[in-house]
């Protein structure tokens, strides 16, 4: 069964600096890999997706994320983190039948 | 556009109590889920309906039921709350084709039953 692991629950940034989250993957076939964004009382935002082609897929905000098929990973990414970034981020993959599988998400700080 | 709506935004039930929770997209998905978001437990999905006419579980359907009203609604109903339904719970479609799997979710519905 495909399962999604984010292995920080929480992490920290000082404002400026670069940031990567982590999200790794189990899924036999080709996967189909989404970054979600909920900020504070919100519902879900997609900020990007792959699903075939460049492994470097750009999203919206300034993120980026890379697909790593030996690694089975799909890190999001953002050169410079802005206060108003700070929020959980969920990465997630398409189940191969009509349903998508989440990571239980990374809440991430930012610090002045 | 509006997207995926909730209504309604905020609700306290009593225990035993019943209520639905609506949800409408005009994106015209084909495919809509119902989840509920928990501390420390991510998203999980209660049902889900991958396309007008048909209703599926999820991971957590206990003590809920869904309606696919049509190809726009997709209401859950709770017929008696309990505490452990305390939640957060999102509405979600997707188009739910090949480079399309993505889901659009709506602003949630905070529930608390006492």
């Known amino acids: 069964a495909q399962s999604v692991t984010q292995p920080d629950i929480h992490i920290t940034v000082s404002e400026g600096a670069s940031l990567e989250l982590r999200c790794n993957y189990s899924?036999?076939?080709?996967?189909?890999l989404f970054w979600y964004v909920q900020s504070p009382g919100q519902g879900l935002q997609l900020l990007l997706k792959y699903f075939s082609g460049d492994t470097l897929v750009q999203g919206i905000k300034g993120f980026e994320a890379e697909f790593k098929r030996s690694q089975s990973s799909f890190n999001l990414r953002k050169p410079s983190v802005h206060w108003s970034d700070a929020a959980e981020y969920f990465c997630a993959v398409f189940s191969g039948y009509s349903t998508l599988t989440f990571g239980k998400g990374t809440m991430l700080l930012v610090s002045p | 556009n509006a997207g995926v709506t909730q209504t309604p935004k905020f609700q306290v039930l009593k225990t035993g109590q019943s209520m639905t929770l609506q949800c409408a997209q005009d994106m015209n998905h084909n495919s809509m889920y119902w989840y509920r978001q928990d501390p420390g437990m991510g998203l999980r999905l209660i049902y889900y309906s991958a396309s007008e006419g048909t209703t599926d579980k999820g991971e957590v359907p206990n003590g809920y039921n869904v309606s696919r009203l049509n190809k726009r609604e997709f209401s859950l109903r709770l017929e008696s709350a309990a505490p452990s339904q305390t939640s957060v719970y999102f509405c979600a479609s997707s188009e739910l084709a090949p480079g399309a799997y993505e889901q659009y979710f709506g602003p949630g519905t905070r529930l608390t039953v006492t």
């Open positions: 899924y036999g076939a080709t996967p189909y």
